[in-house]
T-cell receptor
Framework: ETGVTQSPTHLIKTRGQQVTLRCSSQ?????VSWYQQALGQGPQFIFQ???????GRGNFPPRFSGLQFPNYSSELNVNALELDDSALYLC?????????????FGPGTRLTVT | GNSVTQMEGPVTLSEEAFLTINCTYT??????LFWYVQYPGEGLQLLLK?????DKGSNKGFEATYRKETTSFHLEKGSVQVSDSAVYFC?????????????FGRGTSLIVHP
């Protein structure tokens, strides 16, 4: 069984640029969630996708957007990058039909904005 | 809204010492509760979970009991090892209008010395 994978591993961008991060969910999982984890902090929920539709959103501005594809993989797009966007971005998949709705995390993408 | 509060770290212990990491929560519904562990440079891994009051989650010698009366989910281990050094996150997941929005604590760093 393949786990959650993310690409790229590391990324350096300049303020004002746009970035796309990618995630492949674990086999059999139909839900993908994205998180931002600043250094020394817990993951902050950005949004969740279920069967290609946004299924919940945290307190992030509209320049954070996403997509989920028919194979349940997902993208996180961030426009007009700001210095505070520097963080580890985590993707997690889960089988939403399971009552416990536990999350299975990928290794993350480390984004640095200069 | 939902929230999770964890004890401040770092927690520093000698090998074979007893571990407790406190976690309390606030939730409007009946959440599932989780402990995740994050090793340096990696994503989060599910350590254990409990889905209803009085449930005890356990894994790899770690235990936590879902206490509804005290809204707590404290993590314990009888004898820690150096390899347990990591950051531990308490989390809850609650169904709100069909969306499972997870909330994480800030994390507690555990350092175990030989």
């Amino acid at each position: 069984e393949t786990g959650v994978t993310q690409s790229p591993t590391h990324l350096i961008k300049t303020r004002g640029q746009q970035v796309t991060l990618r995630c492949s969910s674990q086999s059999g999982h139909n839900t993908v969630s994205w998180y931002q984890q600043a250094l020394g902090q817990g993951p902050q929920f950005i949004f969740q996708y279920y069967r290609e539709e946004e299924n919940g959103r945290g307190n992030f501005p509209p320049r954070f957007s996403g997509l989920q594809f028919p194979n349940y993989s997902s993208e996180l797009n961030v426009n007009a990058l700001e210095l505070d966007d520097s963080a580890l971005y985590l993707c997690a998949s889960s089988p939403i039909d399971v009552a416990s709705h536990e999350q299975y995390f990928g290794p993350g993408t480390r984004l640095t904005v200069t | 809204g939902n929230s999770v509060t964890q004890m401040e770290g770092p927690v520093t212990l000698s090998e074979e010492a007893f571990l407790t990491i406190n976690c309390t929560y606030t939730a409007t519904g009946y959440p599932s509760l989780f402990w995740y562990v994050q090793y340096p440079g990696e994503g989060l891994q599910l350590l254990l979970k409990a889905t209803k009051a009085d449930d005890k989650g356990s894994n790899k010698g770690f235990e936590a009991t879902y206490r509804k009366e005290t809204t707590s989910f404290h993590l314990e281990k009888g004898s820690v090892q150096v390899s347990d050094s990591a950051v531990y996150f308490c989390a809850l997941s609650d169904s709100t209008g069909g969306s499972y929005i997870p909330t994480f604590g800030r994390g507690t760093s555990l350092i175990v010395h030989p």
